[in-house]
T-cell receptor, first 117, second 113 residues
């Protein structure tokens, strides 16, 4: 049983550069979530997809951030013109939801740690 | 505005004893609650959950209690084992709609031999 996979595990880049992260969810899961976690805090919601549709974005997600989930499979999160404040752990989670409601847990990947120099 | 709070940043427990981790929430729309365990350099691992229609859920050594009137939940681990040493996060969501999780700040649990 393959879990949620994220790549890369660690990304170091200079301020102003663009970065892209990838998430491969559990194969039968129809929902995919992105969260961000900074030191000493719990993860914070960024955005989520139901199949290929992006249904909600947090106000934490500035215009420099964009996420896609083509064909409802893997997802990418891109950050343009990175800033020091973007340094964080970016976590992806997936779940299987039936209909409009569901009480199924989200399962997380190991995250991508972004360090901005 | 912290909707989910874990007021104890750390907890130290003797091996074999009970560990009790606490969590408070403020949003009445939350009706699904989860506990995650996190080791360094890994993502959160799902432990146990509870729906608001219940007040208790058990899974092996782990039991979650929900007190809706007090907007409080707790995780009991008994007996505690050294491998339980980790950071524990409480999370809450509304079952309808996005089901986005709102997390507490975490409690670092240390099990002493």
């Amino acid at each position: 049983d393959t879990g949620v996979s994220q790549d890369p595990r660690h990304k170091i880049t200079k301020r102003g550069q663009n970065v892209t992260f990838r998430c491969d969810p559990i194969s039968e899961h129809n929902r995919l979530y992105w969260y961000r976690q900074t030191l000493g805090q719990g993860p914070e919601f960024l955005t989520y997809f139901q199949n290929e549709a992006q249904l909600e974005k947090s106000r934490l997600l500035s215009d420099r951030f964009s996420a896609e989930r083509p064909k409802g499979s893997f997802s990418t999160l891109e950050i343009q013109r990175t800033e020091q404040g973007d340094s964080a752990m970016y976590l992806c989670a997936s779940s299987l939801v039936f209909g409009a409601r569901g009480d199924q847990p989200q399962h997380f990947g190991d995250g991508t740690r972004l360090s901005i120099l | 505005d912290q909707q989910v709070k874990q007021n104890s940043p750390s907890l130290s427990v003797q091996e074999g004893r009970i560990s009790i981790l606490n969590c408070d929430y403020t949003n009445s729309m939350f009706d699904y609650f989860l506990w995650y365990k996190k080791y360094p350099a890994e993502g959160p691992t799902f432990l146990i959950s509870i729906s608001s229609i219940k007040d208790k859920n058990e899974d092996g050594r782990f039991t979650v209690f929900l007190n809706k009137s007090a907007k409080h939940l707790s995780l009991h681990i008994v007996p505690s084992q050294p491998g339980d040493s980790a950071v524990y996060f409480c999370a809450a969501s509304a079952v309808q709609g996005a089901q986005k999780l709102v997390f507490g700040q975490g409690t670092r649990l240390t099990i002493n031999p």
